[in-house]
């Protein structure tokens, strides 16, 4: 049978940040409008971390987007949130979803980052644990 030791474990996790406030998964309605309407016609930054360990051998990789947000007014929050209820994410939007359209601009260096996993930083850290890829 595997053994611990024989795997790798992945943990990554998002935040939104802005003027030194940390935003992190809203987890309900109430939350999540609080949220929108503190990023709304703001500039955000949308900090991706991740990790790879294995016994005492520790990866790390992150990203950092930048995104801006348009001027919501409350109804469109309240709309968007009963379309898509983004409670278990940094910032209250899917913006592979519904939530593209609360934006002015996204800059990343790593697209699939603001969806929450970093490919590109993760591909990274597999070819440094070892996997050839693809």
């Given amino acids: 049978a595997p053994r611990f030791a024989d795997h790798w474990i992945l943990g990554c996790d998002q935040v939104a940040a802005i003027d030194g406030r940390i935003f992190g998964k809203p987890g309900n309605a109430e939350g999540a409008i609080e949220q929108l309407r503190a990023l709304s016609g703001r500039t955000v930054q949308f900090i991706t971390a991740m990790a790879l360990i294995r016994n005492d051998r520790v990866l790390r990789g992150a990203d950092i987007t930048t995104a801006r947000f348009r001027a919501l007014g409350d109804e469109e929050i309240r709309r968007y949130i ?7 994410c940094a910032g209250s939007f ?6 593209i359209t ?17 490919l590109i930083a993760l591909s990274k850290l597999l070819r440094e644990a070892g996997y050839a890829l693809p």
């Fill in 102 to 118: 609360l934006f002015d601009e996204i800059t990343s260096r790593d697209p699939t980052a603001l969806i929450g996993l970093p």
């Fill in 82 to 88: 009963a379309a898509e209820p983004a409670f278990d």
């Fill in 94 to 99: 899917k913006s592979e979803g519904l939530g």
